[in-house]
């Protein structure tokens, strides 16, 4: 079984930056994708981005396009979310999720159901 620890999550002003951690542990044969995801107070999970494991492809929601970019370290079997000039509207719990299910990265992104692995997410407030 896959697992996924994630770090990096905090207190932050608006207009500040954090980089998101999703640390896995030895992926099993398979064309795995990686996404993060979050979900705030009284909202549905919304998808942030996905990133192809082997071929670094990546997928962004329209909310963080720009401001946000997903990245792999594959030697280190880590993947990052770097969150530049965060809004208030950023507050979540925000996860990382695993899958080697799907053929692209949107479609990973996209889908509404539960991923094979997921981490135990982190809190991630943009307040003055």
């Known amino acids: 079984q896959l697992q996924l620890v994630e770090s990096g999550g905090g207190l932050v002003q608006p207009g500040e930056s954090l980089r998101l951690s999703c640390a896995a542990s030895?992926?099993?044969?398979?064309?795995?994708?990686i996404g993060w995801f979050r979900r705030a107070p009284g909202k549905e999970r919304e998808e942030i981005s996905c990133?192809?494991?082997?071929?670094?492809?990546?997928y962004y929601s329209e909310s963080v396009k720009d401001r946000f970019t997903i990245s792999a370290d594959n030697a280190k079997n880590t993947f990052y979310l770097q969150m530049n000039s965060l809004k208030p509207e950023d507050t979540a719990e925000y996860y990382c999720?695993?899958?080697?299910?799907?053929?692209?990265?949107?479609?990973?992104?996209?889908?509404?159901?539960?991923?094979?692995?997921w981490g135990q997410g982190v809190q991630v407030t943009v307040s003055s």
């Open positions: 999720a695993a899958d080697a299910r799907f053929p692209n990265v949107e479609t990973m992104c996209l889908y509404l159901g539960n991923f094979a692995s």
């Open positions: 990133i192809s494991k082997d071929h670094g492809t990546t």
């Open positions: 030895e992926f099993p044969p398979g064309n795995f994708h």
